[in-house]
């Protein structure tokens, strides 16, 4: 390649990074990087009960219910089935976990140091993997099933880009995982999880969970080759600039933590290589994460309903009923709710922001780059995730309200 096709906007490829077959060779890395202070510890914290995301170490009670949203789970539950059945009794037993599993939070939106959980859609023929993505399809609103399987070929689109890690980025180097028995009536779930793009959804009867939702991209527009024109982020992206552009001065300076993303303008939590200013990545399922920024309860009409904006764009991806029922939670918090922000407000600056309240936790990052060599955020790089705290996450307390009423003798693990 010549200099011009391998630049992206000024920027070149990060060779030489310890990738294989969609993991990462921990002892591959310099000896100056200490590999426990760069990667949080996956395996280990999934170990540990589960509380959930608080603001202070105790969760807030009685914040989730049953209900019926008025969503059909049945072509959900019939496509889990068809994929389930495709298989060899030896990948089912790969791809099939008990519904309360800790497989469910043994996941990274980056690569794998460990013997991962599932099966990954590239080692799958081609029928069957779109039999696993016929799951997801039926499970997910038209904007979520694109929004995922945009991520997944940008991620392709990126290893086309730098002519590097061709095993690792690719389309399909993604593990899919099912818990539970598909039903229409009883608790069960799937993830997909891997760079960039890590999904989990819980169904209960006619409710979803579709946290945590991990979505990120490097870049996120493909400017050449087989997916040149996709684009991620767009939405997000612009519903932030408007929320923040709309606030008074005095509400801006609440919300704004950070007038600058640089790195050497941040303290060094939020300098992260690898999480950047994110708080609720991998294995930070009982973080506490206090309130910052500015409260909503203050916010004019107009604003509460530019923040509103701004969280649809997330919640989109959820199908229609259970969609409404995450926005009436989140309505019904929104004085508790919480805008943070970091960088600038330009057209083309690099940004931080979070929407914080006791149902929900959306954090959008511009990241510095990992396969390309920008040593500083850029709007190009974005990492984005979607919590729901205090034990919502993975749908554990509705799980547990399910058995409860349901299934007293068998209770949730943890």
Same mark, same amino acid.
């Given at each position: ?12 490829? *990060? ?12 002892? =591959? ?16 914290? %999934?170990?540990?009960? +589960?509380?959930?995301?608080t603001t202070d170490g105790h969760v807030v009670p009685e914040l989730f219910a ?7 789970p049945e072509p959900a539950s019939k496509a889990a089935t068809a994929f389930l ?22 996941? $990274? ?15 799958? =023929? ?23 399987? $945009? %991520? ?10 730098? =002519? ?34 890590? *999904? ?55 919300? &704004? +933590? ?11 939590e939020l300098a992260d290589p690898v999480n950047g200013r994110h708080l609720g ?61 970091? =960088? ?10 979070? *929407?914080?309240?006791?149902? &929900? ?8 780059? &990992? ?10 790089? &974005? ?32």
């Amino acid at each position: 390649m010549d200099d011009e096709k391998t630049l992206y906007r000024g920027f070149g490829p *990060v060779l030489g990074l310890p990738i294989h077959n969609g993991r990462l060779d921990l002892s =591959g890395l310099p000896p100056d990087l200490d590999a426990q202070e760069l990667f949080p510890p996956v395996l280990e914290r %999934a170990q540990e009960p +589960l509380t959930g995301i608080t603001t202070d170490g105790h969760v807030v009670p009685e914040l989730f219910a049953l209900q019926d949203t008025g969503w059909n789970p049945e072509p959900a539950s019939k496509a889990a089935t068809a994929f389930l059945d495709c298989l060899t009794p030896a990948q089912r037993e790969d791809v099939l976990f008990a519904v309360d599993a800790d497989e469910w939070r043994m996941w $990274t939106n980056a690569y794998p140091t460990w013997d991962p959980h599932g099966l990954r859609l590239e080692d799958l =023929g081609p029928a069957h993997r779109e039999r696993a993505l016929a799951m997801l399809e039926a499970s997910l609103s038209a904007t979520g099933y694109a929004d995922a399987r $945009t %991520a997944m070929k940008l991620n392709a689109a990126l290893g086309e880009l730098i =002519g590097q890690y061709r095993d690792s980025l690719t389309e399909y180097g993604y593990f899919v995982a099912v818990f539970g028995t598909p039903s229409a009536t009883e608790p069960w779930g799937w993830q997909l999880w891997g760079h960039h793009l890590d *999904v989990h959804c819980f169904i209960i009867g006619r409710q979803m969970v579709l946290t945590p939702a991990f979505i990120g991209a490097e870049p996120t527009e493909a400017d050449r080759g087989a997916h040149k024109g996709l684009r991620l982020f767009d939405e997000q992206r612009t519903a932030g600039l408007d929320l923040l552009r709309g606030l008074r001065p005095d509400q801006a300076r609440r919300a &704004v +933590l950070h007038p600058s993303i640089r790195l050497q303008d941040l303290p060094a939590e939020l300098a992260d290589p690898v999480n950047g200013r994110h708080l609720g990545g991998p294995a930070q399922d009982n973080r506490v994460i206090p309130y910052a920024g500015l409260p909503a309860e203050g916010l004019s009409p107009r604003q509460r309903n530019s923040l509103l904006h701004l969280v649809k764009t997330y919640v989109q991806r959820l199908p229609d009923g259970p969609a409404a029922a995450f926005m009436e939670g989140i309505e019904r918090h929104l004085d508790d709710t919480h805008i943070a922000w970091i =960088g600038g407000s330009g057209d083309d600056d690099a940004f931080y922001y979070r *929407v914080h309240s006791p149902v &929900v936790l959306i954090e959008y990052d511009c990241h510095e780059g &990992v396969f390309l060599d920008n040593d500083q955020p850029e709007p190009f790089h &974005v990492h984005t995730i979607v919590r729901t705290p205090n034990g919502g996450d993975y749908g554990r307390d509705l799980l547990r309200r399910h058995l409860a009423r349901h299934h007293p003798q068998q209770g949730v693990r943890r």
